[in-house]
């Protein structure tokens, strides 16, 4: 299975082995951002062109709006919160949509990546990477590093090791970054 979203708003799921496609449900506006809950994807997030943020329920087969920003949600992933990050801010929320911090001013992002364990979610665009932290103790995200990287451009594609020790990053323009973040 392969989810996706469309300009027009649906996620769908597409079967590879059968060649055909499923729409869960339509959004308000075009799709800009998908994320799921793990590997078992249970729970699906999307954000769309209008700041709506949805969730799809696989198992009860249900979606929700849960939140609504004020900027497209252009990246978004998902690990002991759902973090999206847009137009000079980043945002971490609940499962159900409540927002339990907002990070303002911190750049323009095009990709967030979250590490496996769900604790260290990396935001990577433009010339920038910004690494924030889940404390455990006080149960509230920090901002643990802002990196540099330099002739980057943008950002294609972001992904933790498994070991949540490195990041890398591909730059709009071909290079691949390896960023050395053991938080």
């Known amino acids: 299975e392969l989810f996706f979203g469309c300009a027009d708003g649906a996620v769908k799921v597409g079967y590879l082995k059968t060649h055909k496609a499923q729409t869960l449900y339509s959004g308000p506006s075009g799709v800009v951002s998908l994320a ?16 709506s943020i949805m969730t799809y329920n696989a198992e009860t087969q249900t979606f929700k709006k849960i939140y609504t920003c004020g900027f497209a949600p252009i990246a978004m992933d ?15 929320l609940d499962r159900k949509g409540n927002l339990t911090q907002r990070f303002d001013e911190v750049g323009n992002f095009d990709r967030v ?13 433009g010339s920038s990477v910004c690494v924030f932290s889940l404390n455990s103790k ?31 990053a591909a730059g709009i323009g071909g290079s691949v970054d390896a960023f050395d973040l053991a938080v």
């Open 36 to 51: 799921s809950e793990g590997r078992a994807g249970k729970l699906l997030v999307s954000g769309h062109l209008d700041g």
């Open 78 to 92: 998902f690990g002991k919160s759902i973090v999206c990050a847009g137009k000079g801010a980043v945002l971490f």
């Open 138 to 168: 006080r149960g509230e995200w920090e901002r643990a590093a802002a990196l540099p990287a330099e002739n980057f451009g943008g950002c294609a594609a972001a992904l933790w090791r498994p070991d949540g020790a490195r990041l890398l």
């Open 113 to 125: 990546s979250v590490n496996q364990a769900g604790d260290t979610a990396a935001c990577v665009g």
